[in-house]
C-alpha cells in the first residue's frame, strides 16, 4: 500500500508532548467500487481539504490500495475529542459523505481512538481489544528511548550550521516534533506489527 501524510506540527517541545498523549484520531475505511477510483480521488483530496479547516485539525495519513485492490485506510487527527466530533457531526462532512455514496461498495466504517491507542491497534485484533497499558508503556518507551538519542545527534550538524535554530525551545521543538513524526508515522506501527502476538496475548 501506498502512503501519503499530510501533518501540522508544533513548533514547541511541551505541546508535541501533549498532543502525543490527548489527541484523537479518526480511522475511516473506504471500500470503493472498481470503476469509481478516479471520482473517489478526486472527492478524497477535497474533503481533506475540507477537514483541514476545522480547529483543532492536525494532520491526515493516507494508506491507499496496492494494484488490485481498492480499500483506502484514512487517518484524522484532531487535538480532542470536543473537536473530531465537530468535524464527524459537521453538515459540511455529512453532504460530502452523501456526495460519494454511490461510489462506495458498502457504508464508511470509522474508529475513533485517543491518546497512543491509534498504535496499538492491528488488523488482525478484534476492535475493542486493546493491551494492557504496561505492555503499552514498555513498547512507547522502547521506541522513544533510543530516538531521543539518535534524533538530536542527526541534528546536531544542521543546528551548528544555522545558530538560531539552536536557541533554547527552537532546537527542542524541532526535535521533538522530529521524534513525534516517526513514531507516529513510522516506528510504531511496524514495531506493533512485529510484537502484536505478545501485546495482545
Not at 1 to 20: L, W
Not at 28 to 34: F, G, L, Q
Not at 130 to 158: C, D, E, N
Request: net charge neutral; with cysteine; proline share 6%.
Amino acid at each position: 500500500m501506498s502512503q501519503e501524510t499530510v501533518s501540522m506540527t508544533d513548533s514547541s517541545a511541551d505541546s508535541n508532548s501533549a498532543q502525543a498523549a490527548n489527541n484523537v484520531t479518526l480511522k475511516i475505511c473506504h471500500r470503493v467500487k472498481p470503476s469509481a477510483r478516479s471520482e473517489y480521488e478526486a472527492w478524497l483530496r477535497k474533503i481533506i481539504q475540507a477537514a483541514s479547516q476545522y480547529p483543532g485539525h492536525q494532520g491526515v495519513h493516507i494508506l491507499r490500495p496496492t494494484d488490485g485492490h481498492h480499500d483506502f485506510e484514512i487517518a484524522l487527527r484532531f487535538a480532542s475529542s470536543e473537536e473530531a466530533a465537530r468535524w464527524l457531526e459537521s453538515e459540511e462532512r455529512q453532504a460530502l459523505v452523501r456526495d460519494i455514496l454511490p461510489a462506495f461498495r458498502q457504508e464508511e466504517e470509522i474508529e475513533i481512538n485517543s491518546g497512543i491507542d491509534y498504535w496499538f491497534n492491528t488488523s488482525g485484533a478484534a476492535p475493542t481489544k486493546q493491551p494492557v497499558r504496561w505492555k503499552q508503556w514498555v513498547v512507547t518507551t522502547g521506541v522513544i528511548w533510543p530516538l531521543t538519542m539518535i534524533v538530536p545527534f542527526l541534528w546536531a550538524p544542521v543546528l551548528e550550521t544555522f545558530p538560531l535554530l539552536s536557541t533554547w525551545g527552537v532546537r527542542h521543538g524541532f526535535i521533538a516534533a522530529t521524534i513525534v513524526g516517526l513514531v507516529v508515522y513510522v516506528v510504531m506501527p511496524r514495531v506493533v506489527r512485529l510484537v502484536a502476538p505478545w501485546m495482545f496475548r
